[in-house]
């Protein structure tokens, strides 16, 4: 599947934009059929009726009524209606409710009172996309109702009181197993530097000793601060960070698994072959295979 990165709405200085969706199946903004899309804006889905299948970055899951995800800003995503939707004669309706929030000010309100910081936190871990259910799911069904109406103000208590159910509730779970793209806004700037070395190099081998001095430590100084920070090892993440790289190029490209491998940083394609299955439980042929099926 081919990413689309787009802009999904208009937002500059409002704070988020509700939308009632009633259609034969689902589909992405701007685009008759369901496309494989990421955007800045964060994203708040409600599934009232249809069933099929969703990819989140690199996880795919099936969906129904009832499913309820919190998505970060710029994660890869698509919900597929089952294929009977599609057949000519069908009478089957999808509805959903979709919300967008501003990043920008979603920061600006988040990142400067010491009291948000479970919400913040919320919301550097929808970059793994949060499922959300229970009661929990129920209130905030009830509440995006509200918010459909208001207005100043109490749009924004609104907002801050349905995020921060969602950040202090133990009714949800991560979809994906990697934390994609959201480290700059919400890490220190050694860690950003740190990250960003990481990403910028994942075809080549790196050092511990490479990223300590880029953080201006000592390695088992970094070893403390990365664990603390990022709550897993630094190998763990790099090889994590990897993986997630590879199954982006086994998504939208038609590259070897040779070529990948090494693309990824993984000296030989044996290797990565063991370590891509031990994280996703497929080999990336396997892999491949069941994400090009779910896009048809």
């Given at each position: ?98 919300t967008y ?130 709550k897993k ?64």
């Amino acid at each position: 599947m081919r990413l689309l990165k787009m802009e999904s709405t208009p937002l500059i200085d409002d704070l988020m934009k509700l939308e009632l969706r009633s259609q034969p199946f689902l589909s992405s903004p701007f685009h008759s059929r369901p496309s494989f899309h990421a955007h800045p804006e964060l994203e708040l889905v409600f599934v009232i009726e249809g069933f099929g299948k969703r990819i989140i970055g690199n996880s795919v899951e099936p969906f129904e009524a009832g499913d309820m995800v919190f998505i970060g800003s710029k994660v890869p995503h698509v919900w597929l209606s089952d294929p009977v939707f599609y057949e000519k004669d069908s009478c089957l309706q999808s509805k959903v409710i979709v919300t967008y929030f501003n990043p920008r000010v979603f920061i600006q309100i988040f990142d400067s009172v010491k009291a948000f910081g479970p919400i913040r936190e919320m919301i550097r871990q929808s970059s793994k996309g949060i499922r959300i259910f229970g009661k929990t799911r129920d209130l905030i069904a009830d509440q995006l109702s509200e918010l459909s109406n208001s207005e100043g103000f109490k749009k924004v208590e609104g907002v801050i009181h349905m995020m921060n159910l969602i950040s202090t509730s133990a009714e949800k779970s991560f979809i994906a197993n990697e934390e994609l793209d959201q480290y700059d806004e919400f890490y220190p700037d050694r860690l950003n530097n740190v990250i960003k070395f990481i990403k910028d190099n994942l075809h080549r081998q790196i050092s511990l000793q490479q990223v300590a001095d880029i953080a201006c430590m000592t390695e088992p100084s970094f070893c403390r601060f990365f664990k603390k920070k990022v709550k897993k090892n630094f190998s763990q993440f790099i090889s994590e960070l990897r993986i997630a790289h590879a199954k982006e190029l086994l998504i939208q490209t038609d590259k070897p698994v040779n070529d990948i491998a090494y693309l990824c940083g993984f000296r030989t394609s044996s290797h990565f072959c063991y370590v891509f299955k031990e994280q996703s439980g497929q080999s990336p042929v396997q892999y491949k295979l069941s994400m090009n099926s779910c896009s048809r």
